[in-house]
Structure formats: structure tokens, C-alpha cells
């Protein structure tokens, strides 16, 4: 492993201070900072047209911002007066489907960017790299066409851990795969990464994607960062509306906070001393567990009423009715079938989290 | 698809296979003459000095303009589309305009620029300027479809920018350089006019004047033979070096435009190369044309045989466009429909017929004619015959892609809503086909309208095309009487050119069928 070790930690830290980026009169990005802890691991996750692919190719020296400054390590790579090109960044880059050299084989594409030094190593590094990405050596001779999506990927990783970079940028490079293999094809790039010690900038719009490959999660809404913090961190105490929609399938309520005390149809739900009056209730589905009533047993929680029960194959979204709401929503495991009709107590898990009434 | 699949083929693949029969009667005749020769004779009529020096002089002339014209157009390519260059569109559009400019014509605006223009350099000085965008027009549409996320990556991978187009672009554009390379070595080899005109002797010039002096005497067939040859190795070379990689994108790719680089302090040297090679292929053959028009004022304008030879040649570019695309399209609809080795055999024969020079395939058919059929010498229909050969790829091509766009679902589609097999397909598959159907006569008409060598060859007497004409007054030295017909090519051309400008842009067929 000698070949491919990392530089040390202190030269990987990102930081994007106050970068802004137009294309023509259209702000791309805005004010954004963002700081990448060494060796970690950072999601960049936002819908199609938030800018992440931009703030991307501005960290890899494709684009320069308009204002703002980019350090990497203790190098300012762009600010005013200083626009280092791609090329001498020393950052690797993963494209959204490999944008693996097609008139060369796989071996010649991971060995693309070796120094000249290094020739001579050159057939046992590239079988060392293509080893680290779970790939079998043999590959090396086949050209990149005869291989399957999942290993282009990881051609194009090998090729850009070639250069030993302490910083790798991935634009999506897993959206273009099988969803099972997707699934199978992260968790090797993210092992091979960490155990390199490479700080990993990922960009995608995939939410699951999101929080399972991050250490840090930034939010990018409309070209500006609207929350960074650890994926349960975002998951379970989103800033706002928009991003808790964003990360995960939510419950809303309309509820009431006076006193400290936030109540909503399913009871005191959490408390809160900053608001008074009417406010939104927020609820991850699976902290809403329902049972069905058994007459004549009391085991407490609000009663409802199935309105409506659609199958979705291993859950079933259910429209409840409880008294004061206008029916509400709620996906549940298809374990036990729900008929309309049948009664159902809701018990709440943990505190609602609450917004002031949109 | 089962009626359709299980009984078309037989009667279409007849067809396909008569067109492809007559296209292998060139062939058969340079074989069947070199055995009737004999070889004492044939030896003695290719192992001379004469032979040595057009061999020397065809080879020369392959050897510089093909390097130079790649050069050229690869590098005119790359600032047309991958640099900030003010103007770059303009200079796109300009840099296909030669294309309109039939070489012979290229030649006569030159011969009358500089009149003592001749030999070797002044054949390369020629060919190259209208040669040259038979590979800058594919390496335009090469540039435009490479993935711009390959470039980044290499750039990622600490690669200087020189070194991205050295080590990433360059490589990926060696099939559009080699295709257009071939196009331009098998031009090179067929040209007869241009190098006529500045009195350079090839192989295609010296059959011609064996022809006319002796008829259709052994030597004319065996200098056929050796430029048959000659077109056989290039083919061979080429397929060779092609060999069998593949360079399309892989995956989707990236839907952003490539970067453009900004030149700095390149740019006025950008510029002047570009400026000039517009200035040498377009301004000068323009300028020339125009001089004699001017100078021979509206007189020459009421050349009796002015609107004869414009009818002709829109006569025989129209029918024989249709007669192509006709029969071209039997041989696309197996390729696309019914491919495997029986369509892939019939399809070459014609590629490898129509790179033959044009000449080879007229005196072919004409002692075909003679021996066999005199009552075919000296007909329009030998006449058409002969630009069927010549031009099918040109149509086969655009019709393939045309067919092979067409989803066979909606024919599918229409029979599954009562449409007979053959109604559906006219009705739907048809009516798709139509633009690139057009697309293909167009091309077919270009070659026609601007065809000389064969034509001279065969046409009937009293046919006066605007090459012909134009030709016999270049050798009346009638200059001023040329400029019209030179004029009114260029005029038919133009349209067409533009056309295949536009393709390169969108689609990438047809690029290479010139």
C-alpha cells in the first residue's frame, strides 16, 4: 500500500469562503461557505439546478467562482488574483459515469496520470489500484466499453487514486447504476477512500445516498447552502420545512404552542418557548407507531380511524382520521393488512420537531 | 415483424444483390483485360519508365497533400470549435465552402490567379485547398460529440492542456482523420481536370490522354490496372489502421459543451491561419471566376449553349439522384433490417466500387458496352449507370441511418391498428425516411452536377453539361467562356454544401460519403 498513501491530513481540508458564481445574469451560487474536516467525508446533496455540480467543478479547477476564496490544504486555490487550473490542483475527480478514456484500455486508464518516474512500477501499481477498488487485475487488458457500469466506476477511481490526491471530488458517480448496484458500488468506493484517508467530496441529489456515504451533509437549495451538519443531525433537527422535506418523508400536523407546550390533535407533541400561536408539526413516519384497538383494552394514544389504506408492496400508506384533522397521511410497514374502517391508536416516538406556521 | 421478416427478403435481397453485380463489372473488367493481355504484354506495358514516373508523381502527391490536408483540417477544426476566437462561427461556415468549388474549378481560378502554376507543389497547393475539408468537416462533428468530462478528467489527472489534446482528443479524432484521409487519397487518385489544367501528369490524366489518343487501348486498361491497385492498398491501409476500436462515447456522457480555450497571445496567429487558408481556398477561385465574368461582361451570358448545359446537368443530377436512391435503398434496408454477412457483403462491393476513380468505372462500362451491348454505347442510360456506381454510398449511407432512426415499434404500432404490413410501412416508415432520402440525392446530385472525368468518357455526343462545357472552353483557352458554367457549378453546389455543414452539426451521416 506503500504506492497509494495519502499525504498527511493537514493539507486536506476544503474551505469555500463566500463563493458566489453567475452564468451570464443568473446567480448559480451564493455566499456559500463550507468547511471539509480532513479525511472526512462530505455529501453535497441538493435537487437538479441547486449548483452542486458547479460548487464541484469549482473545487476541481474546471470553473472559477466570481467571488469568494477556495483553500486547499494551506493553498488558496482561487480568490482574488489566483485561479489555479485543474491540472495543478493534485484534486481527483470521479465523473457521473467514469469518463473513462475510450481508445485506451483499463490499465492505460488508470495508469493515465502516473509520473514518468513511475513508469517502470507501472503494471504492478496498476494491478495494486485496481485491487484496492475490488476490481480483478486481469481487467487491466480489456478496454472500457467491455466493462459493466458498476466497474467503470471504479476504473475511474482507481485512475484518479493513481495520483495519490488528498482530496477526491465525486460528481455523482453512482447515479448511473442499477439501484442494487449502486448500493454494493458505494460502500466499496467509500471503504476504499477511507481506509486511504482521502477527504471525499460527494455531490448528488440522491437523499438516501446523502446520509448513508457522509461524515457531513450540506444542503444546497437554489445556490445556497441551507443547512451542514451531520447527516442525523440534518435528519432529525432540519432547519426548516423545505430541507426536512428534502431528506426524508415527513408527517405534518397543525398545531398550537402556548406555554411552552406545542399541541397538536396527537396530544402535547414537544415543547417550545419561542413560539406562541399557531405553528407545524413535524413527524418522521417512524415515529408514529399505530396498533389496532382492541376493544376493551385501553393502551392509551389517540384513536384514529382508517379512511383509506393504499398497498405499496412492503408498506401501505394509510389515511387516518382522527377527530380534528381533515385525514392524515401516514406510509406504514405492510406487516399487518389495514382495512378501512378499522380503529387504530397512533403512540408518538420522541418530540415532533416544530416550524412556525407556513 | 413475422410476414413482413419471413417474405420480404428474398425479392429485396435480388434486388440489393443486381445492384451489387453491376457494381463488381469494374473489377472484373481490370481482371479480365489483365488476363487477356497476357503477361509479357502486361509486364511491358507496367514496368516502364513512363509508369515509373506517374507512379512517383501520384505517389508524391498522396504522400504530402493527405499529411498537409489533415494537418490543416484538424487544426482549422479545433479553432472553430474549441477556441474563444471571435468570428469562429464564420470561419466554420467558410472553411466548408471549398467543398462547393469542384477541384477542376479550384484549379482554373488558380491557373488564371497564377498562370504558371504547375507540376508536383502546385498539385498539392490545389488539392490540398479543396481537399482539406473532407477532414475538417468530420473532426467538426468529431470535436462536438466528444465527451467534455474525458477532457476534465485528464485534466484532473494533472495533465497540461497540450497534453489533453495530445494524449485524450487527438487519439479520439483518428477516425474521422483517417476516414477523411481516405476520401481525400482516393479524390487525389481519380482527380483528372485540376491536374490537367496545371499540367501534372497522374494516373488518372494519363489514362484520360491514352484514351482519346488510342480509344481503348491496353496501356489505358493497364494503367487502370496499377491505379486499381493503388485504390485497393489505400482501402487496405486504411481498414488497417482503423482497426477495430471503438471510440463512441461510453455511457450517456455529459450533456455540457466542451470548454474553449482562450488563445492570449495566439490568437493573431490563429487568426492569420485561418484568414489565409480562407483566403487561398475560397477568395482566390472566387475572385478568379469573378474577374472573368466581369471582364467578359453580359456577352458571355448569351452563350447559346449556356441553358442547354444547365438543363442537362439538373436533368441528369435530378434522374440519376433518384435512380440511386432507388436502388440504394433494397441494400440499406438489409443492412438495417436483415443485418449479417449477405448485407454486409452486398453493401461493400458498392463502397469498394465507388472508390474506385470514376474514370476506371467508364472505361469499364464502355467496353462493356462495345463488346457486349453496343447498343448501349454512348447512352444517357450508360451515362447513369456509371453515377449509380459511382455515388450509391452516398445514398446508401443517409438512407441507413434514416432507416435505422425509425423505431420498428411505430410500424408495429400502425400494423397491430389494421394497417397492412406494406401500408404501414409506406405510411409510417416512408415518410421518416424522406429527409435522409433527400438528404442522400442531394449529395448524389452534388457528385453529378460536378462531375467531369467519367462524363467526358461516356456521354453521348452532343451532351454538354456544365463540366463539359466549361472543360472545352478551359481548352479552347476560352477563360472568360468558362467563367459562367464555373459559375453556375459553384451556384448548384452551394445548397448542398451547406447542407452537409448543418449535418456535421446535428447528426454526424453523410459526412464521409463525399
Not at chain 1, 487485475?137 to 478496454?143: E, K, N
Not at chain 1, 451538519?229 to 428534502?246: E, H, I, K, N, V
Request: hydrophobic share 50%; aromatic share 6%; net charge positive.
Amino acid at each position: 500500500m506503500s504506492e497509494i498513501e495519502p499525504s498527511t491530513s493537514e493539507h486536506s481540508t476544503i474551505d469555500l469562503r463566500g463563493i458566489g458564481k453567475r452564468y451570464g445574469s443568473t446567480p448559480v451560487l451564493e455566499s456559500i461557505d463550507l468547511s471539509v474536516p480532513a479525511g472526512s467525508k462530505t455529501v453535497i446533496v441538493g435537487s437538479s439546478g441547486s449548483g452542486k455540480t458547479t460548487l464541484l467543478r469549482l473545487l476541481s479547477g474546471f470553473d472559477f467562482p466570481d467571488v469568494g476564496t477556495i483553500r486547499i490544504g494551506r493553498e488558496i486555490v482561487a480568490g482574488p488574483g489566483v485561479a489555479v487550473p485543474a491540472h495543478r490542483r493534485g484534486v481527483g475527480h470521479v465523473a457521473q459515469d467514469g469518463a473513462l478514456f475510450p481508445h485506451l484500455t483499463v490499465g492505460q486508464n488508470v495508469a493515465f496520470g502516473l509520473d514518468r518516474h513511475e513508469r517502470d512500477d507501472r503494471p504492478a501499481i496498476v494491478s495494486e489500484l485496481l485491487d484496492l477498488v475490488s476490481l480483478d487485475p486481469v481487467l487491466a487488458s480489456r478496454r472500457p466499453d467491455e466493462l459493466s457500469g458498476g466497474q467503470q466506476q471504479r476504473v475511474a477511481l482507481a485512475r484518479a487514486m493513481a495520483r495519490k490526491p488528498s482530496v477526491m471530488l465525486l460528481d455523482e458517480p453512482f447515479s448511473s447504476l442499477d439501484t442494487g448496484l449502486r448500493a454494493s458500488t458505494r460502500e466499496l468506493v467509500s471503504a476504499a477512500l477511507t481506509s486511504a484517508g482521502i477527504t471525499t467530496v460527494l455531490v448528488t441529489h440522491d437523499r438516501a445516498e446523502a446520509l448513508t456515504f457522509g461524515d457531513q451533509v450540506a444542503v444546497l437549495r437554489d445556490g445556497r447552502l441551507a443547512q451542514v451538519g451531520t447527516p442525523t443531525a440534518l435528519y432529525c433537527s432540519p432547519t426548516d420545512l423545505a430541507t426536512a422535506r428534502f431528506l426524508g418523508d415527513v408527517v405534518l400536523l397543525e398545531a398550537n404552542a402556548s406555554a411552552g407546550q406545542v399541541r397538536c390533535p396527537l396530544g402535547v407533541v414537544a415543547r417550545c418557548t419561542s413560539l406562541n400561536g399557531g405553528c407545524t408539526a413535524l413527524f418522521r413516519p417512524e415515529q408514529l407507531v399505530i396498533d389496532l384497538l382492541v376493544p376493551g383494552v385501553d393502551a392509551g394514544g389517540i384513536v384514529a380511524r382508517i379512511a383509506a389504506a393504499e398497498f405499496q408492496g412492503s408498506s401501505q400508506l394509510l389515511t387516518l382520521e382522527i377527530a380534528g384533522t381533515s385525514g392524515l397521511e401516514l406510509p406504514v410497514a405492510s406487516g399487518i393488512q389495514y382495512r378501512v374502517g378499522d380503529q387504530v391508536t397512533i403512540h408518538t416516538i420522541g418530540d415532533a420537531i416544530v416550524f412556525p406556521a407556513s | 415483424m413475422t410476414r413482413l421478416r419471413h417474405r420480404t427478403p428474398a425479392a429485396i435481397i435480388a434486388r440489393a444483390a443486381g445492384v451489387s453485380l453491376l457494381g463488381l463489372v469494374p473489377l472484373g473488367y481490370v481482371v479480365v483485360t489483365a488476363i487477356a493481355t497476357g503477361a509479357p504484354t502486361l509486364s511491358a506495358l507496367v514496368f516502364r519508365p513512363r509508369v515509373a514516373e506517374l507512379l512517383a508523381n501520384t505517389a508524391g502527391l498522396v504522400l504530402i497533400t493527405v499529411p498537409l490536408c489533415a494537418l490543416v483540417g484538424v487544426a482549422a477544426a479545433w479553432l472553430v470549435e474549441r477556441t474563444r476566437l471571435a468570428g469562429s462561427r464564420a470561419f466554420g461556415i467558410l472553411l466548408v465552402v471549398p467543398l462547393a468549388i469542384p477541384a477542376f474549378v479550384n484549379s482554373y481560378g488558380w491557373v488564371s490567379a497564377v498562370p504558371s502554376l504547375n507540376g508536383l507543389w502546385s498539385g498539392v497547393l490545389v488539392a490540398g485547398l479543396s481537399y482539406f475539408p473532407l477532414v475538417y468537416l468530420p473532426t467538426v462533428a468529431a470535436l462536438r460529440r466528444l465527451d467534455p468530462a474525458v477532457e476534465e478528467s485528464a485534466r484532473s489527472l494533472g495533465v497540461p492542456p497540450l497534453g489533453v489534446f495530445l494524449r485524450v482528443v487527438l487519439p479520439q479524432l483518428r477516425l474521422p482523420i483517417l476516414g477523411g484521409s481516405l476520401i481525400i487519397a482516393l479524390h487525389l487518385l481519380s482527380e483528372y481536370g485540376a491536374f490537367a489544367m496545371i499540367r501534372f501528369d497522374t494516373f488518372t490524366t494519363a489514362i484520360v490522354d491514352q484514351f482519346r489518343s488510342t480509344f481503348n487501348g491496353p496501356a489505358a486498361n493497364a494503367l487502370a490496372g496499377v491505379l486499381v491497385l493503388c485504390c485497393l492498398f489505400l482501402l487496405v491501409g486504411e481498414s488497417g489502421a482503423r482497426g477495430g476500436a471503438r471510440y463512441a462515447r461510453i455511457g450517456t456522457g455529459s450533456a455540457r459543451p466542451a470548454g474553449r480555450t482562450l488563445l492570449g497571445s495566439w490568437a493573431p496567429i490563429a487568426y492569420l491561419f485561418l484568414g489565409l487558408l480562407v483566403a487561398l481556398s475560397v477568395i482566390v477561385p472566387f475572385a478568379s471566376v469573378a474577374r472573368w465574368l466581369v471582364s467578359g461582361g453580359l456577352a458571355i451570358w448569351s452563350d447559346r449553349y449556356l441553358l442547354t448545359a444547365l438543363g442537362q446537368t439538373i436533368g441528369y443530377g435530378l434522374v440519376g439522384a433518384l435512380v440511386t436512391c432507388l436502388l440504394a435503398f433494397p441494400i440499406a434496408f438489409l443492412a438495417v433490417r436483415f443485418p449479417g454477412r449477405v448485407a454486409r457483403v452486398l453493401e461493400s462491393i458498392n463502397y469498394v466500387t465507388s472508390s474506385l476513380p470514376g474514370l476506371v468505372t467508364a472505361l469499364a462500362f464502355v467496353t462493356v458496352a462495345i463488346r457486349l451491348m453496343p447498343a448501349l454505347y454512348q447512352t444517357t442510360t450508360l451515362v447513369i449507370v456509371v453515377y449509380l456506381l459511382m455515388f450509391l454510398p452516398r445514398a446508401i449511407v443517409n438512407l441507413r441511418s434514416g432507416l435505422a432512426q425509425v423505431p420498428p415499434g411505430l410500424e408495429e404500432a400502425a400494423r397491430s391498428l389494421g394497417r397492412h404490413p406494406l401500408v404501414a410501412f409506406s405510411t409510417v416508415t416512408l415518410r421518416f425516411v424522406m429527409p435522409s432520402a433527400l438528404a442522400g440525392a442531394s449529395l448524389v446530385f452534388l457528385g453529378i452536377v460536378t462531375e467531369l472525368t467519367s462524363t467526358l468518357l461516356l456521354a453521348p455526343n452532343g451532351t454538354r453539361t456544365l463540366a463539359i462545357q466549361f472543360w472545352s472552353r478551359v481548352n479552347d483557352i476560352d477563360y472568360v467562356g468558362a467563367a459562367p458554367y464555373a459559375s453556375l457549378m459553384i451556384l448548384l453546389s452551394l445548397p448542398v454544401t451547406y447542407l452537409l455543414f448543418a449535418r456535421s452539426r446535428s447528426e454526424r451521416t453523410a459526412v464521409n460519403s463525399i
